[in-house]
C-alpha cells in the first residue's frame, strides 16, 4: 500500500537534513523550522497521523527565526526498561516516549542551532547543544553528559557535567564513545580525546584541516575523514598514536558507513567500497 502526505509544513532554511526514523510501526519526523517546530509520528503503513508534538516556546522565544533552526536527527534508548527518544533541538534537549509523543524530561541548553545527534554509552547520554554567542564576537558550543533517569526539567539535578568549545562554525560531526573516551574534532581544527566519566581532556591535537563527517571506530582504531579528503586512523587509547593516513581523491563531508569488514565512503567525486 502507497501513500503520500503534503500537508506536513514548514520553513526549513537551509534544508530539512533530520533523518526519518523508523520505529515499531511509526515513522517519525522531525520538522524544525525557522517558523514551528513539531514531531510527528505517522502509521508507517497508512500515512495517518498516530502522534505530534510542538517543541515548547519559552525556550526559543530570545532566539532569532534562523537560530531555532535544528538539523538533528534523534536517538532511541532504552533507560530501565522503557523506549526514549532523545531530541535536541536547538535550546532544548526532550526525550520523548516514542509510542505516544509525551515529553519525559528535558534540559534546557544550548541557543542557535544543533546538527549532531546525540549520542550514548552505559546509560549516559552525551550531546552538543546550539551555539552560543560571547561578547567578544565568538561563538561556542557545550558537549553535556546527563543522566537520563528523571522526570521533568532535569537541567539543574542531571548534568554530569559540561564542556564548552569554541568554534568557527556549526559543530556537525557527533563524538564517538569507546572504553570510556570519546573522540571528537571541534572546528578550531582541534582533535580531542575525551574523559566520559568526568568531560576531561586525555589529549589534544591541532590538525590541518576541518572535519564535518564524523568519526568512526573500527577494529580497535578511530578513523577520521577531513573536507581535504584525508583519512586519519588513530590507535583507540589515551595516548595520540597515528596508525595511518590515506589522500583520498577530493573532500569527504558526509560520515562513511559501515558494512561487515568493508567502509563505503563518498567523497565529492566517487562513492568508494573499501575492505578493511
Not at 550514548?120 to 558550543?141: L, P
Not at 571506530?217 to 596508525?243: C, D, H, P, S
Request: with cysteine.
Amino acid at each position: 500500500m502507497s501513500w503520500k502526505r503534503t500537508d506536513l509544513k514548514c520553513k526549513h532554511a537551509q534544508g530539512p537534513p533530520s533523518s526519518p526514523v523508523l520505529y515499531k510501526n511509526l515513522l517519525i519526523l522531525h520538522y524544525e523550522g525557522t517558523d514551528v517546530r513539531f514531531i510527528i509520528a505517522l502509521d508507517k503503513s497508512t500515512g495517518k497521523t498516530v502522534w505530534k508534538n510542538d517543541r515548547p516556546e519559552e525556550p526559543y522565544q530570545p532566539l532569532a527565526p534562523i537560530g531555532r533552526k535544528a538539523y538533528i536527527t534523534p536517538l532511541i534508548l532504552n533507560v530501565e526498561g522503557h523506549d526514549e527518544m532523545i531530541s535536541n533541538g536547538s535550546a532544548v534537549c526532550i526525550a520523548y516516549n516514542p509510542n505516544d509523543g509525551k515529553e519525559i524530561w528535558r534540559v534546557v541548553a544550548g541557543a542557535e542551532s544543533t546538527i549532531a545527534m546525540p549520542v550514548s554509552k552505559n546509560g549516559i547520554v552525551y550531546w552538543y547543544t546550539g551555539f552560543y554567542g560571547s561578547g567578544d564576537g565568538n561563538k561556542y558550543t557545550d558537549i553535556l553528559a546527563i543522566n537520563p533517569k528523571g522526570k521533568g526539567d532535569i537541567t539543574a539535578t542531571n548534568v554530569l557535567w559540561k564542556k564548552s568549545e569554541e568554534l568557527t562554525r556549526n559543530q556537525s560531526l557527533k563524538p564517538v564513545i569507546k572504553d570510556g573516551l570519546i573522540y571528537t574534532v571541534n572546528t578550531n581544527n582541534q582533535m580531542m580525546c575525551i574523559d566520559a566519566a568526568t568531560g576531561k581532556e586525555v589529549w589534544v591535537e591541532r590538525v590541518n584541516s576541518h572535519y564535518d563527517a564524523s568519526p568512526l571506530y573500527i577494529n580497535w582504531n578511530i578513523f577520521f575523514f577531513n573536507v581535504k579528503g584525508e583519512v586519519l586512523v588513530l590507535k583507540a587509547g589515551r595516548k595520540y598514536e597515528v596508525v595511518a593516513r590515506s589522500q583520498m581523491d577530493s573532500g569527504i563531508w558526509s560520515t562513511p558507513a559501515v558494512l561487515r569488514n568493508s567502509v563505503i565512503l563518498r567523497t565529492q567525486k566517487y562513492l568508494y567500497r573499501i575492505g578493511i
